[in-house]
């Protein structure tokens, strides 16, 4: 199939810019990307897709979310949520404990479908449901399947329920992961071995997690120093950081995703970047949760990569990449950061850091990269060329004006209408499982 036609912002790394494109989709890869007089005489006879002057660009990468959160849309907490703790309780854990293997399938088709509506063509998910523990990764699974999107699982293990689920827990990220490793899902399924945070796992069961990965892989998906109660139960119950505890036991790695980092300090930073840890940024739900500004721009300075994630707060990375250039602009009292940090950010860095999880790159478009990308119905009434897309980017779009999502070669929306399943038919179930959930909150 060639898509011809449009505009195309490549993000490669010699950020080619095409005023009037054509991209050549050869299964699920790009076969070629390039003007649209070359690439239709190089492929007289391929199948045409005339995208009539659409802006193209690659697929949005989500670094960071949690599906089973989707419930939580217009739903009051009749408890407190006065501080970081509360939030978790009265809010968050409350809702996770009431969810059953259908909702948790249910989640994942709408979370999912709002994903691809907003251009999001890889989400990497933390999930948490500790009634519902065993195959919820395999549902969530499968809802991926029927839309087509790219996705990377774990299961959030704490000690918060107790140690039979505890144990339930550690099963599911060991049997997703080695399911996914042995499994042809066409490099569409990943795994990681999902943490909650240091103040809610003893060593004891942090011991048993390195234990069972052992033999698997070296990656975790885990949440640090996001509220400042995190920092001070690890130093009260271990006398040491978040960082600092989380490398004595083996986990702070290459492959490791750190999220938030909010309170982490100087020393910590240094152990993720002598690792290589990606730190994951949540501009939005950091200021939506009170716990303050992550040293962002401290950390990228130290050459630690950060990636953008939205933690849930948002299925439309353009609203992440708006917060995330204010709250780091105001948060430095400096108006010459934030911009540019944004666009690395989510652009650069994020497509690097979650590439690295599958066989070949997304996030950018390339010849030999999969072809995971989306298009706008976007008219814009200033320049926009090569040396100026970030701007485009930031200041002009958003997930609304996409109009077409295509992930591994296939469209899974096209002209705004998600393909593969009955998108209405799966939002009266989610909103009948929605009235019955908030019932127990
Ligand atoms: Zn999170």
Not at 183 to 205: C, P, Q, V, Y
Not at 318 to 332: M, Q, R
Request: aromatic share 8%; net charge negative.
């Amino acid at each position: 199939m060639i898509l011809t036609n449009c505009v195309i912002i490549t993000n490669d790394d010699k950020n080619n810019f095409y005023e009037d494109g054509a991209i050549y989709i050869d299964g699920n890869v790009i076969a070629d990307i390039g003007d649209r007089s070359d690439i239709l005489e190089k492929y007289p006879k391929e199948e045409k897709v005339d995208l009539k002057g659409k802006l193209v660009m690659p697929g949005m990468i989500c670094a960071h979310s949690h599906i089973y959160s989707a419930y939580a849309r217009g739903m009051s907490v009749s408890k407190p949520t006065d501080n970081f703790f509360n939030v978790l309780e009265n809010q968050w854990w409350t809702l996770d404990r009431n969810l059953s293997l259908e909702d948790v399938k249910l989640n994942a088709l709408t979370t999912y479908m709002e994903s691809i509506q907003n251009g999001v063509t890889t989400l990497v998910d933390h999930h948490s449901g500790p009634n519902s523990v065993e195959g919820s990764l395999f549902a969530i699974g499968e809802a991926a399947k029927e839309l087509g999107i790219r996705t990377s699982l774990c299961y959030e293990l704490s000690d918060r329920d107790g140690k039979e689920i505890r144990d339930k827990e550690i099963k599911e990220n060991i049997d997703w992961i080695k399911a996914c490793q042995k499994d042809d899902n066409g490099d569409m399924l990943k795994g990681l071995f999902g943490l909650h945070a240091s103040f809610t796992l003893s060593d004891e069961t942090l011991d048993k997690a390195r234990e069972a990965m052992e033999e698997v892989y070296d990656g975790y998906h885990v949440h640090i120093a996001e509220g400042i109660e995190d920092e001070w139960e690890t130093i009260r119950k271990h006398g040491k950081r978040v960082v600092e505890r989380l490398d004595d036991f083996g986990m702070i790695t290459e492959n490791t995703l750190a999220i938030h980092g909010v309170h982490m300090s100087e020393r910590e930073m240094d152990i993720l970047k002598k690792h290589n840890t990606p730190l994951i940024f949540n501009p939005e739900s950091n200021m939506n949760n009170a716990v303050g500004c992550p040293p962002i721009i401290r950390a990228m300075e130290k050459g630690i990569k950060v990636g953008m994630g939205t933690d849930a707060y948002t299925n439309d990375m353009f609203d992440s990449l708006k917060v995330a250039n204010v709250l780091l602009s105001h948060n430095a009292c400096d108006p010459t950061k934030g911009f540019g940090e944004a666009l690395e950010i989510q652009f650069t860095n994020t497509p690097q850091i979650v590439s690295k999880y599958f066989d070949k790159k997304i996030g950018v478009l390339e010849k030999g990269a999969y072809a995971d990308l989306i298009t706008f119905n976007y008219d814009p009434y200033t320049p926009l060329n090569k040396d100026n897309w970030g701007g485009h980017a930031l200041f002009g779009l958003t997930g609304r004006l996409v109009n077409d999502t295509i992930i591994n070669g296939e469209f899974v929306m096209k002209d705004k209408i998600i393909l593969k399943v009955d998108q209405h038919e799966i939002h009266a179930k989610s909103i009948e499982r929605a009235k019955e959930i908030w019932k127990n909150v």
